[in-house]
């Protein structure tokens, strides 16, 4: 596609329930980033896959929180039990690390809200 | 570890007038990336303009341009005849060297918001 593209763009959700948030990348871009935007803050780094390597999972407040990729594609965020304290924005990025310029494309985001 | 520090949450200058946005920085790596990001109330994070730290030449793009100081650890971005639509967040972020090929997250500062008056 043309962007990175997030599904929803907005959820709504219980306390104590699963959810799943999906990130399309850009068409051939290697490397896909998961952050998480609580309100009136900055981005905060949760994970990150790029190409085949084991992803890096350093970021992940807690074992509540997993994300996949299917090969350089699609990917998802998967809160389980969800708490209060994750209502926030979570944006996705791709990139063509490749490309030597680093530059990360941002999708417009899921806005989380526990009840 | 790196941290990123902008320490002005709110500007508000005048359209046409010229406005800099501070930003400062942790780290021990010696090469870097440095990204200044612009989040409008879409929600859409759009990049401004991007230094390497091995350059010393500061970036440019047309009415946006940095003053990066390495010794210092500062990344000002200054914003040129502002328009209404600069009115947005403005993110300063830290990415560390990775070869070719490679990723790694940015770190992110908590923002400055930026208000353009008519």
């Known amino acids: 596609g043309a962007g990175v593209s997030q599904s929803p763009s907005n959820k709504v959700t219980e306390k104590g329930k699963d959810v799943e948030l999906r990130c399309d990348p850009i068409s051939g871009h290697t490397a896909l980033y998961w952050y998480r935007q609580r309100l009136g803050q900055g981005l905060e780094f949760l994970i990150y896959?790029?190409?085949?390597?084991?992803?890096?999972k350093s970021g992940l407040p807690s074992d509540r929180f997993s994300a996949e990729r299917t090969g350089e594609s699609v990917s998802t965020l998967t809160i389980q039990r969800t708490q209060q304290e994750d209502s926030a924005v979570y944006l996705c990025a791709s990139s063509q690390s490749a490309s030597g310029t680093y530059e990360q494309y941002f999708g417009p985001g899921t806005r989380l809200t526990v009840t | 570890a790196q941290t990123v520090t902008q320490s002005q949450p709110e500007m508000s200058v005048q359209e046409a007038e010229t406005v800099t946005l501070s930003c400062t920085y942790d780290?021990?790596?010696?090469?870097?990336?440095l990204f200044w990001y612009k989040q409008p109330p879409s929600r859409q994070m759009i990049l401004v303009i991007r230094q390497e730290a091995y350059k010393q030449q500061n970036a440019t793009e047309n009415r946006f341009s940095v003053n990066f100081q390495k010794a210092a650890k500062s990344f000002s971005l200054k914003i040129s005849d502002s328009q209404l639509g600069d009115t947005a967040m403005y993110f300063c972020?830290?990415?560390?060297?990775?070869?070719?090929?490679?990723?790694?997250?940015?770190?992110f500062g908590k923002g400055t918001h930026l208000i353009i008056q008519p």
């Open positions: 972020a830290f990415m560390k060297h990775v070869k070719r090929g490679g990723a790694d997250g940015l770190t």
């Open positions: 780290t021990s790596e010696n090469n870097y990336y």
């Open positions: 896959f790029q190409g085949n390597s084991a992803p890096d």
